[in-house]
């Protein structure tokens, strides 16, 4: 069964988060693909009081080992370079969550 990984990202700021949202479609979500990931979703969620500005990536994976060997090898330097460009100094959170779909249906 997949295995999702999923990032909700909030921000303070209408143009961090665009940048933000740019610089997944510039590369980063293409490398999370090309780490090993078979698909993503990115989507801008409604917004609510307590989150204004919220963003979802979700990435699915073939199963948890080819997202642990994601973690192991691309993670790393996806993850710094991500931090280097939108550090919470920017306003920036982000909640990373682990699953295994349990049941998925194509339409």
Known sequence: ??????VIADFDSPQVAGDWVA????GHLQAVLDGGARSVDLVRLEPTAEHPLRFEARYLFADLPTFQRYEQTAAPRLRADGLARFPPSRGVRLTRVLGEVLERLPG
């Open 1 to 6: 069964m997949s295995f999702a990984y999923t």
């Open 23 to 26: 610089w997944l479609k510039d």
